[in-house]
Every structure is written in structure tokens, then in C-alpha cells.
T-cell receptor, first 111, second 113 residues
Framework: DQQVKQNSPSLSVQEGRISILNCDYT??????FLWYKKYPAEGPTFLIS?????DKNEDGRFTVFLNKSAKHLSLHIVPSQPGDSAVYFC??????????FGPGTRLSVLP | KAGVTQTPRYLIKTRGQQVTLSCSPI?????VSWYQQTPGQGLQFLFE???????NKGNFPGRFSGRQFSNSRSEMNVSTLELGDSALYLC????????????FGPGTRLTVL
């Protein structure tokens, strides 16, 4: 049973528009959430994180929103650029002891 | 500063064999974690080593084991390989641990025939 779900395996967005990647989780003990980006033939790279005590965290073009009651988080990329095309993984953590990743969403930003 | 290196990059084995994968962390990093990536399951945490001790462990069978040496290099071993073990195995290192400070290697692509 997947504790972290990314129900959209792929997403296509026009350059300059907003990309919204979604993630749902089932374990209410998760207290820290992260997004990773992965290019082909490379390891994932950390993108942005959010603690369970917050509902929003921004870093440049990237914003993560957390809705604890719905057990849902989302990553917004504005504006989307072709270089953002990659697989995005949502991850959750419990006191640094239980690392769980979602299956990933492949984002394609079309020029 | 050199990144995380993994060897070999590609490996083909047959069912029943065993395999050892190697990971060299970034210099100074003491935490090494291993992950399995498959198309349907995404990234799954295998285990984390810190200062030669296994600190955390995911939900994988005992066929999957690892160790860390005094120089922080780590090896992962899979015994009695099964077809379902075909995956990309990623290693990540960090100074003391923590998902947001991990640097991933490029991975070892294991194919089990």
C-alpha cells in the first residue's frame, strides 16, 4: 500500500504557464515533505521542502502548498520553463526515520 | 568537490545470483542511504548507514543487505536475485542525514534475466 501517491504519471504544460504537481499521503505521522527533480541518467536533486507546521513555502519559481486536513500537497512552478521538464518525486518523512517517496510525475514543458 | 559515485553503472545478472553494488559518498559525508527505483513504485528507501552502523531500514526482505566502511564508502548486496529486483539503485550521501541534504549518485541499473 503506497503511503505517498502521485496519481498523475505525466503532465504537459505550455512554457510560461503554471505547472501544478500533486501528491497525496495516507500517514498522518509524516511531519516533513519534500520535492525532488530527476533528469534522465542523473540522481534526484532536492528542490523544496515544507514542514508540517507550515502550509506554504516559496523558493523562487517554486511554491509548495500543504493541506494537512486533506493530506495533500502540491508543487507549483510559475512560470514553467523547458528546463523544468523532468520527473518530480514527492517525498515524506517521519522524524528522519521513515523516508517514503511517491512514484513520480513526468512533467513536460512545451516551448 | 566530487559528487556521489556509484559502480558499476550497469549490471546484468540472472535469477538466483547475487550482486554487490558500491557507493562512494561525497568527501566528508558520513550518511549513506540506498534507494530502489522502479517505474511503478517510484523511489523506495532501502536503508541508511551512518558511521558504519545501519540507522534506518525500509521494508525490504533480508536478501537486501548493506554495509559501510570506515571511509564512509558503502556497499549494497542482493542475494538470490529475482526478476522483480530489476531496477535502478540509487545511493545518496549527506553530512549527517536528512532528506533535504542528500546528494544522489547517478545510480546502478540492475537487470535480472
Amino acid at each position: 500500500d503506497q503511503q505517498v501517491k502521485q496519481n498523475s504519471p505525466s503532465l504537459s504544460v505550455q512554457e510560461g504557464r503554471i505547472s501544478i504537481l500533486n501528491c497525496d499521503y495516507t500517514n498522518s505521522m509524516f511531519d516533513y515533505f519534500l520535492w525532488y527533480k530527476k533528469y534522465p541518467a542523473e540522481g534526484p536533486t532536492f528542490l523544496i521542502s515544507i514542514s508540517s507546521i507550515k502550509d506554504k513555502n516559496e523558493d523562487g519559481r517554486f511554491t509548495v502548498f500543504l493541506n494537512k486536513s486533506a493530506k495533500h500537497l502540491s508543487l507549483h512552478i510559475v512560470p514553467s520553463q523547458p528546463g523544468d521538464s523532468a520527473v518530480y518525486f514527492c517525498a515524506a518523512d517521519v522524524y528522519g526515520q521513515n523516508f517514503v517517496f511517491g512514484p513520480g510525475t513526468r512533467l513536460s514543458v512545451l516551448p | 568537490k566530487a559528487g556521489v559515485t556509484q559502480t558499476p553503472r550497469y549490471l546484468i545478472k540472472t535469477r538466483g545470483q547475487q550482486v554487490t553494488l558500491s557507493c562512494s559518498p561525497i568527501s566528508g559525508h558520513r550518511s549513506v542511504s540506498w534507494y530502489q527505483q522502479t517505474p511503478g513504485q517510484g523511489l523506495q528507501f532501502l536503508f541508511e548507514y551512518f558511521s558504519e552502523t545501519q540507522r534506518n531500514k525500509g521494508n525490504f526482505p533480508g536478501r537486501f543487505s548493506g554495509r559501510q566502511f570506515s571511509n564512509s564508502r558503502s556497499e549494497m548486496n542482493v542475494s538470490t536475485l529475482e526478476l522483480g529486483d530489476s531496477a535502478l539503485y540509487l545511493c545518496a550521501s549527506s553530512l549527517v542525514g536528512g532528506l533535504d541534504t542528500q546528494y544522489f549518485g547517478p545510480g546502478t541499473r540492475l537487470t535480472v534475466l
